[in-house]
């Protein structure tokens, strides 16, 4: 049959019709169907195309489908048959592979699809559009070239151009098979080409699709890859893009993968984070209820939910959600599988509940697993400090936490070694702790805060490192100027390294800024009153004994004694 579509090609140089259909031409038909997709503003859009498999897998054009909120295949007997979705999509190559959803007991008929390339020369029938007549007649044209893409695949330039209904109409070999498509020409004077069907059929949706742009113009579902592990990577990656699909395609991922205890996890969190605790409740069940699931993952993901939201102030308790609740799931996920994980979710919900000796047990408990961490230590460290354990005890822990990490230290450490400067500071051990105040400094790049230049100046007060500790209270000054605690300090400061005018513009600063502070006034009564001023001291330490400054009244008593 090819060898004689080739010689026809040498007799009939244009465009032209059979006498007589091939035999093959009437089966090939009852496959062709019409797609008409609907965008958002209701206009419809017409293409053609074909059954390619049993399972009612329809290739069609790309353009008509941009844009579309849902599609309908009606096949060559007028049967209406849904599109449920997307299987892959090219702009590019102007093609889309749709999944339809078959009525109970409908006959199918397919095309079967070429194997073999086609080559040039040969003679392809164009069958009619889908609403010719039956005994339309194919249409042939030949093919003047053809080039490979993808590797595999052929793009087929024809001789001619046929009229603009036959578009994305099937185009067949002399042995009855889908070779391709036929696409229009994209410019004026260009020929008419056909992309190989072998390319459209495997078209399919990866892991990493999520953010196709070429699936996303297109608004009807997409069809999950179909191996687990995929598809659930391709769930995760649509989580952020498709928040209003999300929980369908998530439905649609259980009824496919009903033993993946992803599907019941995913379905629950993103109920909760929609606030449906029952249907969140309800899909944790589920999921428990069903053979095959990883028990110990759902126990675990129910603990991290009820934790997480138990912690908003705003939230009302449903039904036994409470972190005691959250307590116990991790426990049981532990029970039945004794991962590091679960001894971490525990150790929060017990801290949570207050049980700090508990939680501190469960975290010292993880630093003996292989998820051993500096954090480990600082959460049991602040078991401890809310036990009211001794400071010897914190800093041991807080020790411990640093140990783990290389020297020079990284910046990761900053946070853990500002927490054993303030351990240090309540100790007393204010040269230590300056020594900590320091390094967090050098690690955070000078970044810092003011009140962190503020307790760094305490500190440095009580090592008597004078320079170091104004130098600091004026930092804390430039980054918060309406701070009258630290103009308040700096006036003290001042006052106690000799510098009395200092002391006072600093006081006077601070009760600009609040006149209601009492500190400052008392600083600036003791300054008048080095100064012989007495009258003025006395001023000033009487209005901070009415703002409630008891220091202030010893002040003014030492001062009526002297007078005597």
């Not at 004689?4 to 031409?25: D, N």
């Not at 889309?96 to 073999?116: D, F, G």
């Not at 984070?273 to 993901?301: I, P």
């Not at 129910?302 to 939201?309: L, M």
Request: glycine share 6%; charged share 25%; with cysteine.
């Amino acid at each position: 049959m090819k060898k004689i579509f080739l010689l026809l090609t040498i007799l009939l140089p244009a465009i032209y019709a059979y006498g007589q259909s091939p035999k093959w031409a009437k089966k090939a038909r009852l496959a062709q169907v019409t797609v008409l997709a609907t965008d958002g503003q209701g206009t419809l859009h017409e293409s053609q195309g074909a059954f390619i498999n049993e399972q009612g897998d329809v290739i069609t054009e790309y353009d008509a489908l941009k844009g579309a909120v849902k599609a309908t295949v009606v096949d060559i007997k007028g049967n209406e048959i849904p599109v449920r979705y997307i299987c892959g999509a090219s702009s590019m190559y102007n093609v889309v592979r749709l999944a339809t959803t078959l009525p109970e007991k409908y006959k199918i008929n397919v095309m079967q699809q070429a194997q073999s390339t086609a080559e040039k020369g040969e003679v392809l029938c164009i069958l009619p559009n889908t609403k010719a007549d039956k005994k339309a007649p194919c249409a042939l044209d030949t093919i003047i070239s053809t080039s490979a893409f993808r590797d595999s695949f052929t793009y087929y330039t024809l001789a001619h151009v046929p009229a603009e209904r036959m578009a994305t109409s099937p185009v067949m070999n002399g042995e009855g098979e889908l070779v391709g498509l036929l696409q229009m020409p994209v410019g004026d004077g260009k020929n008419s080409y056909v992309i190989d069907a072998r390319f459209v059929s495997a078209l399919s949706i990866g892991p990493m699709d999520a953010g196709d742009a070429d699936l996303n113009s297109i608004l009807i579902p997409k069809r999950l890859p179909d191996d687990e592990s995929a598809a659930s990577s391709f769930l995760y990656l649509l989580g952020a893009r498709d928040t209003t699909g999300y929980l369908a395609y998530v439905e649609d991922f259980i009824a496919r993968f009903p033993q993946s205890t992803s599907g019941y996890i995913m379905k629950a969190e993103e109920l909760v984070r929609r606030k449906d605790y029952a249907g969140a409740d309800s899909a944790y069940t589920t999921g428990l209820n069903q053979e095959g699931t990883k028990k110990d993952e759902l126990h675990f993901s129910i603990s991290k939910a009820i934790y997480s939201i138990s912690q908003a102030p705003d939230y009302q308790p449903y039904s036994d959600w409470t972190i005691e609740r959250a307590s116990k799931e991790a426990q049981q996920a532990f029970e039945l599988n004794p991962l590091p994980f679960y001894t971490s979710q525990l150790g929060q919900c017990l801290y949570a509940e207050k049980k700090y000796a508990e939680a501190c047990q469960q975290f010292l408990n993880l630093a003996k697993t292989n998820l051993r961490s500096p954090d480990n230590f600082l959460y049991a460290a602040q078991c401890k400090q809310m036990m009211q354990a001794p400071d010897e005890e914190i800093l041991a822990l807080q020790d411990s936490a640093i140990a783990l990490f290389p020297k020079p230290y990284p910046r990761e450490a900053a946070a853990a070694i500002m927490l054993r400067a303030g351990t240090k500071a309540r100790m007393g051990k204010a040269r230590d702790a300056v020594i900590d105040y320091n390094e967090y400094e050098h690690l955070m790049g000078g970044h810092v805060s003011a009140t962190f230049y503020y307790e760094r100046e305490q500190q440095e007060v009580k090592c008597r490192m004078y320079p170091a500790a104004l130098n600091d209270i004026e930092r804390a000054i430039r980054l918060l100027p309406n701070e009258p605690l630290f103009w308040a300090e700096s006036a003290a400061l001042n006052y106690r390294v000799g510098q009395t005018d200092e002391a006072i513009k600093a006081a006077q600063q601070a009760i600009k800024i609040d006149p209601q502070f009492p500190d400052p006034y008392r600083i600036l009564g003791v300054c008048h009153a080095d100064k012989g001023e007495r009258d003025k001291a006395r001023t000033y330490l009487q209005k901070a004994v009415e703002l409630g400054d008891a220091m202030a009244q010893g002040v003014l008593d030492k001062l009526a004694q002297e007078g005597k």
